[in-house]
């Protein structure tokens, strides 16, 4: 196949290249030492850049982007044994025996829930749904494709991928749909969770016009807890834990799990 050296120093190889799935093989030209990164993107027209290059390249980070063109949440059974051996192979071609993963919205979920069946090491979850069924979560941004997966996808929560991820951290706007999902995410304990009262749904934009996109992601995958938890609150982040964040999300009444909807009765 074709290579791209586009990416700010990264050697980009196409692996898979198909109309509603793309994997991208990122290596730098000077790789630092440390497992490969999978970084599953969030929804994007075919032929979009692969987010977080630049971090990860400045990182000089071995990387697989992954990338869904439709709304899967790379989560449909089908899908999952498509992308699965392909990670495998990248894997033992690394020689390595864990990955840290990372996402925005989507690719948040993907790099969360996959580590049900992936040994993940470290995560940076930027704006992650607990869930995108609409059964189990009543949420505004519902679609066709959403409603016809319910009830059948692999990974129909966060939760079982939440339970084998060692260590990382998960960031929240207050403002906007995803704040609907914060309290699901409220009895993760071993990864740090983190809501900015200030932000939205686009946390890496957020970090980004703040200079601390790449200082947060450098931190959260190298394991550096310290240094990432004081640069939350340099940024003013809450815990979402913290009294005052739990006092929000009360007087926004968004304090419990939504009781889901029928699925009979979405357009």
């Known amino acids: 196949m074709t290579t791209q050296n586009d990416f700010h120093a990264f050697n980009i190889e196409p692996i898979v290249d198909e109309p509603k799935l793309t994997i991208l093989r990122g290596v730098p030209a000077n790789p630092?030492?440390?497992?490969?990164?999978?970084?599953?993107g969030s929804?994007?027209?075919k032929g979009r850049p692969p987010e977080f290059r630049h971090a990860l390249a400045a990182m000089r980070r071995k990387t697989l982007f992954v990338l869904e063109h439709d709304f899967g949440y790379y989560s449909r059974p089908q899908r999952v044994d498509r992308i699965f051996?392909?990670?495998a192979e990248e894997m033992d071609r690394q020689k390595t025996e864990v990955v840290d993963t990372m996402g925005f919205s989507i690719g948040a979920f993907g790099a969360i829930s996959w580590a049900a069946i992936l040994p993940v090491r470290h995560t940076m979850a930027f704006a992650p749904r607990w869930?995108?069924?609409?059964?189990i979560v009543r949420d505004p941004r519902i679609r066709a494709e959403m409603v016809e997966n319910s009830g059948g996808l692999r990974f129909p929560t966060a939760k079982k991928g939440l339970e084998k991820i060692r260590g990382g951290m998960i960031l929240?706007?207050?403002?906007?749909?995803?704040?609907?999902?914060?309290?699901?995410?409220?009895r993760t304990f071993h990864l740090d969770h983190w809501v900015a009262p200030q932000g939205d749904q686009f946390m890496?934009?957020?970090?980004?016009?703040?200079?601390?996109?790449?200082?947060?992601i450098r931190a959260v995958l190298n394991g550096e807890r310290k240094v990432h938890n004081g640069l939350?609150?340099?940024?003013?982040?809450?815990?979402?834990r913290s009294l005052s964040m739990l006092y929000r999300l009360a007087h926004l009444r968004i304090t419990a799990p939504n009781p889901g909807i029928d699925k009979g009765g979405i357009a």
């Not at 869930?131 to 059964?135: G, Q």
């Not at 929240?172 to 409220?186: S, V």
């Not at 890496?204 to 947060?216: G, S």
């Open 43 to 45: 929804w994007g027209p």
């Open 232 to 240: 939350m609150k340099k940024l003013q982040a809450e815990r979402s």
């Open 32 to 40: 630092a030492p440390g497992p490969m990164v999978v970084s599953f």
């Open 85 to 87: 051996p392909i990670i």
């Open 204 to 216: 890496p934009a957020w970090l980004r016009k703040r200079h601390m996109l790449i200082p947060v």
């Open 131 to 135: 869930s995108p069924d609409p059964a």
């Open 172 to 186: 929240h706007g207050l403002n906007g749909p995803d704040r609907l999902h914060i309290p699901y995410f409220l």
